[in-house]
C-alpha cells in the first residue's frame, strides 16, 4: 500500500471535501456492519434498453438521507450480469451492511465478434457508458420525486471490476465532450451524444467519486486538474487490463490502447487527485474475486477510502491506514525478517491457492522473524495484520 496518500488526506481533505454533515458518521455506521439483513429490489433503470439494476438497502434502517454506491461487473464488454460478479455483489452486500444504498447493474454488451473490430468495440463501450451514467440518474430522479431510496444525491459514488471499473472510469474521468478523441466522439455521436440514451434525461450525472478495481481509461490524459477522486487496485502483473499502458487482453481483442492503475499512479500525482491506490505485487486480473485472502483487503480499502469522503474530517482519526512493511531477503531460503513502521499482531503466509499455510503472533513487536525453511520453493503471499483500526499489508514473498 503506498500510504503517502494517507498523509496528503490529513493536509487537503477540508479543501477537497468542502462542507460535509456529519451528524450521522459514527457508531461504526459506514466502517462496520450495524445492520445484520438487507433487502434486495430489482428495478428496470433504463427503459429504452430494459436494463435492470439490483438495488441493496438495509433493513431496519431509519436514516433519511443514505450515500449511494453503483457498481458495474466485470465481463470483457461481452458477458457478465448485475448478480454474476462475485466481487460486485459481495461489496454491495457488504457496504449496505454497513449503511449504505448499493446497486449493482446491467449495462449493454457487445458479442465475440466485437472485440475483433475496434469501432465495434469503442462503440459496446460507449454504449456501456451510457448506460453507467443512465444509473446515476435513476436515482437522482427518485430523490427529487418519490423519494424511494432515501438517497443523498452528494454522496454518490460510481465504480466496478474490471470492464466494470473501466466503464465507470471513463464515466468519471471523460468530462465533455470537447476531451474525447474523435472515434469517442463518433460513437458518442451514434449514441444519443454525451450523457447517451439510456433514459433519465433531464437529471444530473452527479457523483462524488469512482471505485477502481483492475480498471483503465484509454488515456493517462484524461485525468487533469480538479477530476473526481478514486480508489484503486490491480495486480501488476495484470494483462488483461494492463498496469501500464498497453493492448488489453493481447490476442484476443484488438489493438486498442488500455493505461492501467501503474500509468495512472503517476498522472494522479501529478494532478494533486485525491486517490488511495494499492498494488498487489506479483498478482494478475481481478486476483482478490472468490479468494479469501485479497478479497477482505479490497473490502477494507474501499471501506475505508468511502468513509473519508461521507465523513470528512471527523473520521480522520478513526479512518483504517496501513503500515510501512518490508521483508527481506526476498527471496529467502530459510528465514525472513519482517519490518513494520506500526506494532504487528498476526502474520499469515499464503499459498498461491490462497491456502494459508503458516501464522505467527508477532506480539505488538515491529521487528519479526518467520522461520520459512519447511516451506516449499515458489511463491507466496505475507498478509501483515497491525491490529484494529489498520488495514493489513499484502506482500510478496519468493522462496527458493
Not at 465507470?168 to 478523441?181: A, K
Not at 500525482?269 to 482478490?288: C, D, K, M, R, T
Not at 516449499?376 to 505475507?382: D, E, F, I
Request: aromatic residues 10%; proline residues 5%; glycine residues 10%.
Amino acid at each position: 500500500m503506498n500510504t503517502r496518500h494517507y498523509s496528503l488526506l490529513l493536509l487537503c481533505i477540508s479543501i477537497l471535501l468542502g462542507q460535509v454533515s456529519h451528524a450521522q458518521c459514527g457508531n461504526g455506521r459506514y466502517l462496520t456492519t450495524i445492520f445484520p439483513t438487507y433487502s434486495v429490489t430489482t428495478v428496470t433503470y433504463s427503459t429504452p434498453y430494459n436494463l435492470l439494476m439490483d438495488i441493496y438497502q438495509p433493513t431496519g434502517d431509519t436514516y433519511t438521507k443514505r450515500p449511494l454506491v453503483i457498481l458495474a461487473h466485470e465481463g470483457s464488454f461481452v458477458e457478465g450480469s448485475r448478480n454474476s460478479d462475485s466481487t460486485c455483489v459481495q461489496l454491495c452486500r457488504n457496504l449496505c451492511q454497513r449503511g449504505y444504498v448499493t446497486a449493482s447493474i446491467d449495462y449493454r454488451l457487445g458479442t465475440i465478434t466485437s472485440l475483433l473490430d475496434s469501432v465495434q468495440i469503442i462503440n459496446v463501450v460507449v454504449q456501456a457508458i451510457s448506460d453507467g451514467k443512465a444509473a446515476v440518474r435513476y436515482f437522482v430522479q427518485d430523490a427529487s420525486t418519490t423519494n424511494t431510496y432515501k438517497i443523498d444525491t452528494n454522496n454518490i459514488f460510481i465504480g466496478g471490476n474490471s470492464a466494470g471499473a473501466v466503464l465507470y472510469m471513463h464515466v468519471c474521468y471523460l468530462d465533455s465532450l470537447g476531451e474525447c478523441p474523435n472515434y469517442i466522439v463518433n460513437a458518442m455521436d451514434s449514441n444519443g451524444g454525451f450523457e447517451g440514451n439510456s433514459g433519465n434525461a433531464g437529471y444530473t450525472t452527479k457523483f462524488k467519486a469512482v471505485i477502481d478495481l483492475a480498471g483503465g481509461l484509454n488515456k493517462v490524459s484524461f485525468v487533469g486538474p480538479g477530476d473526481k477522486p478514486s480508489v484503486n487496485a490491480q495486480g501488476d502483473q495484470d494483462a488483461v487490463v494492463p498496469y501500464t499502458c498497453g493492448e488489453p487482453d493481447p490476442g484476443v481483442v484488438v489493438p486498442i490502447t488500455l493505461c492501467g492503475l501503474g500509468s495512472l499512479e503517476p498522472q494522479y500525482n501529478a494532478e494533486s487527485i485525491y486517490h488511495w491506490s494499492l498494488v498487489f505485487p506479483g498478482a494478475g486480473h481481478v486476483p482478490w474475486d472468490n479468494n479469501p485472502v485479497m478479497f477482505p483487503t479490497v473490502d477494507s480499502l474501499v471501506t475505508n477510502f468511502l468513509y473519508t469522503l461521507v465523513c470528512g474530517t471527523e473520521g480522520v482519526n478513526e479512518i483504517s491506514q496501513a503500515a510501512e512493511c518490508d521483508i527481506y531477503p526476498n527471496p529467502a531460503s530459510t528465514e525472513v525478517s519482517i519490518r513494520s513502521s506500526l506494532p504487528m499482531e498476526n502474520i499469515c503466509v499464503y499459498d498461491i491457492s490462497g491456502r494459508m499455510i503458516l501464522q505467527s503472533n508477532a506480539g505488538g513487536k515491529k521487528n519479526y522473524d518467520i522461520n520459512i525453511s519447511q516451506l516449499a520453493k515458489g511463491m507466496y503471499v505475507v498478509r501483515i495484520y497491525s491490529g484494529q483500526g489498520y488495514m493489513p499489508v499484502i506482500k510478496k514473498l519468493t522462496i527458493e
